[in-house]
Protein backbone atom coordinates (compact mmCIF):
# COMPACT_ATOMS: atom_id res chain seq x y z
CA UNK A 1 0.00 0.00 0.00
CA UNK A 2 1.68 3.30 -1.04
CA UNK A 3 2.39 6.23 1.77
CA UNK A 4 -0.54 8.61 2.22
CA UNK A 5 1.25 12.01 0.89
CA UNK A 6 2.50 14.18 3.79
CA UNK A 7 0.68 16.95 4.19
CA UNK A 8 2.10 19.84 6.75
CA UNK A 9 -0.52 22.75 7.59
CA UNK A 10 1.33 25.39 9.39
CA UNK A 11 -1.26 26.61 11.91
CA UNK A 12 -4.93 25.22 12.48
CA UNK A 13 -7.80 25.78 10.26
CA UNK A 14 -10.89 25.31 10.05
CA UNK A 15 -11.81 21.58 10.07
CA UNK A 16 -14.39 21.79 7.01
CA UNK A 17 -11.11 22.07 5.20
CA UNK A 18 -8.78 19.16 7.33
CA UNK A 19 -11.16 16.85 6.95
CA UNK A 20 -10.88 16.77 3.08
CA UNK A 21 -7.08 16.59 3.40
CA UNK A 22 -7.37 13.67 6.30
CA UNK A 23 -9.26 11.80 3.73
CA UNK A 24 -6.22 11.03 1.79
CA UNK A 25 -3.30 12.74 3.57
CA UNK A 26 -0.83 11.77 6.49
CA UNK A 27 -1.47 15.57 7.69
CA UNK A 28 1.49 17.66 9.97
CA UNK A 29 -0.24 20.07 12.31
CA UNK A 30 1.61 23.21 13.71
CA UNK A 31 2.33 23.48 17.03
CA UNK A 32 -0.55 25.47 19.12
CA UNK A 33 -2.97 27.80 17.34
CA UNK A 34 0.02 30.06 16.44
CA UNK A 35 2.04 30.77 13.54
CA UNK A 36 5.24 29.09 13.04
CA UNK A 37 8.45 30.45 14.15
CA UNK A 38 10.69 30.64 10.66
CA UNK A 39 12.54 27.81 12.35
CA UNK A 40 9.95 25.60 13.03
CA UNK A 41 8.62 26.08 9.50
CA UNK A 42 11.71 25.22 7.41
CA UNK A 43 12.31 22.22 9.88
CA UNK A 44 8.29 21.00 9.28
CA UNK A 45 8.88 21.61 5.32
CA UNK A 46 11.95 19.25 5.52
CA UNK A 47 9.54 15.86 4.74
CA UNK A 48 6.46 17.84 3.25
CA UNK A 49 4.99 16.58 -0.26
CA UNK A 50 2.32 19.84 -0.05
CA UNK A 51 2.28 22.65 2.71
CA UNK A 52 -1.02 24.27 3.14
CA UNK A 53 0.40 27.73 5.15
CA UNK A 54 -0.34 31.03 6.42
CA UNK A 55 -0.38 34.29 5.04
CA UNK A 56 2.13 35.27 7.25
CA UNK A 57 4.97 32.52 6.67
CA UNK A 58 7.53 33.51 4.45
CA UNK A 59 7.92 31.65 1.10
CA UNK A 60 10.96 31.85 -0.49
CA UNK A 61 14.07 30.71 -2.00
CA UNK A 62 15.17 29.63 1.69
CA UNK A 63 11.88 27.72 2.02
CA UNK A 64 11.97 26.15 -1.38
CA UNK A 65 15.67 24.95 -0.73
CA UNK A 66 14.39 23.33 2.85
CA UNK A 67 11.54 21.72 1.18
CA UNK A 68 13.49 18.88 -1.20
CA UNK A 69 10.71 16.76 -1.73
CA UNK A 70 7.68 20.01 -2.11
CA UNK A 71 5.14 19.23 -5.45
CA UNK A 72 2.57 22.30 -4.28
CA UNK A 73 1.93 24.94 -2.12
CA UNK A 74 -1.60 26.72 -0.88
CA UNK A 75 -1.54 29.68 0.99
CA UNK A 76 -4.47 30.29 3.31
CA UNK A 77 -5.34 33.61 1.92
CA UNK A 78 -6.51 35.62 -1.09
CA UNK A 79 -3.20 37.53 -0.28
CA UNK A 80 0.13 36.10 -1.32
CA UNK A 81 2.99 38.75 -0.95
CA UNK A 82 4.08 36.32 1.23
CA UNK A 83 5.31 34.01 -1.42
CA UNK A 84 8.55 34.34 -4.04
CA UNK A 85 5.73 33.35 -6.75
CA UNK A 86 8.66 34.23 -9.39
CA UNK A 87 10.96 31.61 -7.42
CA UNK A 88 8.60 29.30 -7.21
CA UNK A 89 7.44 29.44 -10.85
CA UNK A 90 11.32 28.73 -11.44
CA UNK A 91 11.28 25.81 -9.77
CA UNK A 92 7.91 24.53 -11.02
CA UNK A 93 6.26 24.71 -7.83
CA UNK A 94 2.83 25.19 -8.02
CA UNK A 95 1.54 27.83 -5.35
CA UNK A 96 -2.81 28.47 -4.99
CA UNK A 97 -4.48 31.31 -2.81
CA UNK A 98 -8.20 31.51 -1.80
CA UNK A 99 -9.91 34.31 -3.59
CA UNK A 100 -13.50 34.75 -3.32
CA UNK A 101 -14.88 33.02 -0.60
CA UNK A 102 -13.71 35.63 1.50
CA UNK A 103 -15.27 38.81 -0.81
CA UNK A 104 -17.94 39.21 0.86
CA UNK A 105 -16.99 39.58 4.45
CA UNK A 106 -14.15 41.57 4.16
CA UNK A 107 -16.68 43.73 1.83
CA UNK A 108 -18.59 44.12 4.82
CA UNK A 109 -15.92 44.55 7.45
CA UNK A 110 -14.67 47.77 5.13
CA UNK A 111 -18.30 49.65 5.41
CA UNK A 112 -18.01 48.34 9.28
CA UNK A 113 -15.02 50.57 9.77
CA UNK A 114 -16.83 53.42 7.37
CA UNK A 115 -19.49 53.77 9.96
CA UNK A 116 -17.21 53.34 13.03
CA UNK A 117 -15.12 55.76 11.77
CA UNK A 118 -18.09 58.26 10.61
CA UNK A 119 -20.38 58.24 13.64
CA UNK A 120 -17.00 58.06 15.90
CA UNK A 121 -18.87 54.20 17.30
CA UNK A 122 -15.08 53.10 19.06
CA UNK A 123 -14.42 56.21 20.52
CA UNK A 124 -17.43 56.96 22.19
CA UNK A 125 -17.72 53.13 23.23
CA UNK A 126 -14.39 53.87 25.03
CA UNK A 127 -15.84 56.54 27.10
CA UNK A 128 -18.87 54.77 28.33
CA UNK A 129 -16.55 51.64 29.03
CA UNK A 130 -14.71 54.42 31.18
CA UNK A 131 -17.99 55.32 32.86
CA UNK A 132 -18.28 58.76 31.84
CA UNK A 133 -21.61 59.65 30.30
CA UNK A 134 -21.07 62.94 28.03
CA UNK A 135 -24.00 64.98 28.37
CA UNK A 136 -26.16 65.73 25.40
CA UNK A 137 -25.83 68.90 23.34
CA UNK A 138 -25.77 70.23 19.91
CA UNK A 139 -22.37 69.75 19.10
CA UNK A 140 -21.38 66.25 20.75
CA UNK A 141 -19.51 64.21 18.66
CA UNK A 142 -20.74 65.67 15.03
CA UNK A 143 -19.92 62.79 12.78
CA UNK A 144 -20.84 62.47 9.37
CA UNK A 145 -23.65 61.04 7.09
CA UNK A 146 -22.71 58.73 4.29
CA UNK A 147 -25.44 58.41 2.40
CA UNK A 148 -24.68 60.30 -0.88
CA UNK A 149 -21.46 60.96 -0.58
CA UNK A 150 -18.27 59.67 -2.96
CA UNK A 151 -17.52 56.58 -2.83
CA UNK A 152 -13.80 56.13 -3.74
CA UNK A 153 -12.04 52.67 -4.91
CA UNK A 154 -8.74 51.83 -4.71
CA UNK A 155 -7.95 48.84 -6.30
CA UNK A 156 -11.16 47.50 -8.22
CA UNK A 157 -11.23 43.67 -7.84
CA UNK A 158 -13.05 41.45 -6.26
CA UNK A 159 -13.63 43.10 -3.30
CA UNK A 160 -13.72 46.55 -4.40
CA UNK A 161 -16.25 45.21 -6.96
CA UNK A 162 -18.55 43.92 -3.83
CA UNK A 163 -18.25 46.76 -1.32
CA UNK A 164 -18.83 49.45 -4.06
CA UNK A 165 -22.00 47.37 -5.01
CA UNK A 166 -23.32 47.42 -1.30
CA UNK A 167 -22.97 51.34 -1.67
CA UNK A 168 -26.13 51.63 -3.62
CA UNK A 169 -28.57 51.45 -0.91
CA UNK A 170 -26.57 54.72 0.14
CA UNK A 171 -27.21 56.75 -3.14
CA UNK A 172 -23.17 57.30 -3.83
CA UNK A 173 -21.51 58.18 -6.48
CA UNK A 174 -18.41 55.84 -7.27
CA UNK A 175 -15.25 56.62 -8.54
CA UNK A 176 -12.18 54.09 -8.62
CA UNK A 177 -8.61 54.05 -9.63
CA UNK A 178 -6.41 51.09 -10.47
CA UNK A 179 -6.80 47.74 -12.32
CA UNK A 180 -5.25 47.37 -15.54
CA UNK A 181 -8.74 47.90 -17.48
CA UNK A 182 -11.62 49.38 -16.72
CA UNK A 183 -14.14 47.68 -14.09
CA UNK A 184 -17.31 47.51 -16.64
CA UNK A 185 -19.00 45.76 -13.97
CA UNK A 186 -18.64 49.02 -11.79
CA UNK A 187 -19.14 51.15 -14.55
CA UNK A 188 -22.53 49.20 -16.06
CA UNK A 189 -24.01 48.95 -12.93
CA UNK A 190 -23.43 52.07 -10.51
CA UNK A 191 -21.88 54.57 -13.46
CA UNK A 192 -18.44 53.93 -11.78
CA UNK A 193 -15.99 56.43 -13.40
CA UNK A 194 -12.41 56.01 -13.61
CA UNK A 195 -9.94 58.52 -12.36
CA UNK A 196 -6.39 59.21 -12.11
CA UNK A 197 -5.47 58.78 -8.94
CA UNK A 198 -4.88 62.32 -8.69
CA UNK A 199 -7.93 63.25 -9.67
CA UNK A 200 -9.60 60.57 -7.68
CA UNK A 201 -7.55 61.51 -4.20
CA UNK A 202 -9.67 64.79 -4.76
CA UNK A 203 -12.90 63.74 -5.75
CA UNK A 204 -13.70 60.52 -2.93
CA UNK A 205 -15.34 61.66 0.23
CA UNK A 206 -14.65 57.92 1.10
CA UNK A 207 -11.29 56.01 0.14
CA UNK A 208 -11.50 52.28 0.30
CA UNK A 209 -7.86 50.20 -0.29
CA UNK A 210 -8.87 47.19 -1.78
CA UNK A 211 -5.51 46.66 -4.16
CA UNK A 212 -2.42 44.04 -3.73
CA UNK A 213 0.42 44.85 -2.66
CA UNK A 214 3.07 45.91 -5.07
CA UNK A 215 6.04 47.77 -6.00
CA UNK A 216 3.34 50.42 -7.44
CA UNK A 217 0.95 50.08 -4.64
CA UNK A 218 3.49 50.31 -1.59
CA UNK A 219 3.03 53.52 0.22
CA UNK A 220 0.83 55.32 -2.52
CA UNK A 221 -0.77 56.62 0.06
CA UNK A 222 2.02 59.16 1.10
CA UNK A 223 2.00 62.55 2.89
CA UNK A 224 1.16 63.63 -1.01
CA UNK A 225 -1.37 61.70 -1.14
CA UNK A 226 -3.05 62.59 1.98
CA UNK A 227 -2.60 66.36 0.79
CA UNK A 228 -4.79 65.95 -2.35
CA UNK A 229 -7.88 64.72 -0.27
CA UNK A 230 -10.37 66.39 1.49
CA UNK A 231 -10.18 67.32 5.11
CA UNK A 232 -13.92 66.09 5.34
CA UNK A 233 -12.40 62.79 4.07
CA UNK A 234 -12.16 59.14 5.85
CA UNK A 235 -9.72 56.42 4.79
CA UNK A 236 -10.21 52.79 5.48
CA UNK A 237 -7.63 49.72 4.73
CA UNK A 238 -8.72 46.42 4.40
CA UNK A 239 -5.90 45.44 2.21
CA UNK A 240 -2.16 45.47 2.66
CA UNK A 241 -0.79 47.54 5.22
CA UNK A 242 2.24 48.48 3.52
CA UNK A 243 0.00 50.27 0.73
CA UNK A 244 -0.09 53.29 3.48
CA UNK A 245 2.55 55.54 4.75
CA UNK A 246 1.70 55.02 8.82
CA UNK A 247 3.85 58.24 9.23
CA UNK A 248 2.04 60.39 7.16
CA UNK A 249 -1.24 58.92 7.55
CA UNK A 250 -0.43 59.64 11.80
CA UNK A 251 0.32 63.22 10.81
CA UNK A 252 -2.40 63.39 8.45
CA UNK A 253 -4.98 63.32 10.92
CA UNK A 254 -3.02 64.77 14.01
CA UNK A 255 -3.28 67.70 11.83
CA UNK A 256 -6.50 67.15 10.60
CA UNK A 257 -5.76 66.56 7.50
CA UNK A 258 -8.28 64.05 6.76
CA UNK A 259 -11.18 63.32 8.61
CA UNK A 260 -10.62 60.10 10.23
CA UNK A 261 -9.57 56.66 9.30
CA UNK A 262 -10.51 52.62 9.33
CA UNK A 263 -7.58 49.85 9.44
CA UNK A 264 -7.88 46.69 9.54
CA UNK A 265 -4.24 45.73 8.28
CA UNK A 266 -0.65 47.92 8.82
CA UNK A 267 2.47 48.11 8.06
CA UNK A 268 3.95 45.98 11.05
CA UNK A 269 1.04 44.32 12.83
CA UNK A 270 2.22 44.61 16.46
CA UNK A 271 3.25 46.08 18.26
CA UNK A 272 1.45 49.01 16.85
CA UNK A 273 2.94 52.55 17.05
CA UNK A 274 1.61 55.06 19.99
CA UNK A 275 1.30 57.63 16.95
CA UNK A 276 -1.79 55.64 15.51
CA UNK A 277 -2.81 53.82 18.71
CA UNK A 278 -3.15 57.47 20.52
CA UNK A 279 -5.38 59.08 18.20
CA UNK A 280 -8.53 59.70 18.48
CA UNK A 281 -10.39 59.72 15.05
CA UNK A 282 -8.85 56.08 13.62
CA UNK A 283 -10.28 52.90 14.63
CA UNK A 284 -8.52 50.18 14.43
CA UNK A 285 -8.78 46.31 13.91
CA UNK A 286 -6.98 42.99 13.99
CA UNK A 287 -6.36 42.07 10.84
CA UNK A 288 -10.13 40.62 11.16
CA UNK A 289 -11.89 41.46 7.40
CA UNK A 290 -12.24 37.95 6.63
CA UNK A 291 -13.20 36.62 10.25
CA UNK A 292 -16.65 34.87 9.74
CA UNK A 293 -16.96 31.91 10.08
CA UNK A 294 -18.32 31.21 6.79
CA UNK A 295 -15.86 32.88 4.84
CA UNK A 296 -13.07 30.84 7.14
CA UNK A 297 -14.56 27.82 6.59
CA UNK A 298 -14.71 28.63 2.57
CA UNK A 299 -11.45 29.21 3.17
CA UNK A 300 -9.84 26.44 4.53
CA UNK A 301 -12.37 24.12 2.08
CA UNK A 302 -10.84 25.80 -1.05
CA UNK A 303 -7.21 25.89 0.41
CA UNK A 304 -7.48 21.95 0.67
CA UNK A 305 -9.33 21.52 -2.58
CA UNK A 306 -6.24 23.38 -4.08
CA UNK A 307 -4.11 20.49 -3.39
CA UNK A 308 -6.14 17.69 -3.80
CA UNK A 309 -6.45 18.57 -6.95
CA UNK A 310 -2.68 19.27 -7.80
CA UNK A 311 -2.56 15.82 -6.23
CA UNK A 312 -4.61 14.07 -8.94
CA UNK A 313 -2.87 15.80 -11.67
CA UNK A 314 -5.72 18.12 -12.29
CA UNK A 315 -5.82 21.96 -12.56
CA UNK A 316 -7.02 23.31 -8.97
CA UNK A 317 -9.66 26.03 -8.61
CA UNK A 318 -6.78 28.84 -8.10
CA UNK A 319 -3.50 28.42 -9.04
CA UNK A 320 -1.35 31.73 -9.19
CA UNK A 321 1.23 30.02 -11.66
CA UNK A 322 -0.86 27.80 -13.73
CA UNK A 323 2.06 27.37 -16.51
CA UNK A 324 3.73 25.04 -14.37
CA UNK A 325 1.04 22.66 -14.26
CA UNK A 326 1.27 19.53 -16.60
CA UNK A 327 -0.25 19.20 -19.75
CA UNK A 328 -3.59 16.87 -18.20
CA UNK A 329 -4.16 19.53 -15.54
Known amino acids: ?69 LRGYANYA ?25 TIATAEMAW ?17 RRGIWPAWGPFVFLGQEITGKTLGIFGPGRIGTAMARMSRGFAMPVVYTGGRRPNETLER ?46 LVNTGRGPIVDEAALSAALAQGRIAGAGLDVFEVEAPLPESLT ?25 AARNLLALLDGLRPPACLNPEVLGPGA
Do not use: Y
Open 1 to 69: MDARPIVLVTRRIPEAGLALLRQRCDLRLGPDDRPMTREELLAGAAEAEWVLGQLVDRIDAAFFDAAPK
Open 78 to 102: VGFDNIDAAEATRRGIPVCNTPDVL
Open 112 to 128: ALVFAVARRVAETDALL
Open 189 to 234: ELGATRLPFEEFLATADIVSIHAPLTAETRHAFDAAAFARMKPTAI
Open 278 to 302: SLRNIVITPHIGSATQTARDGMATL
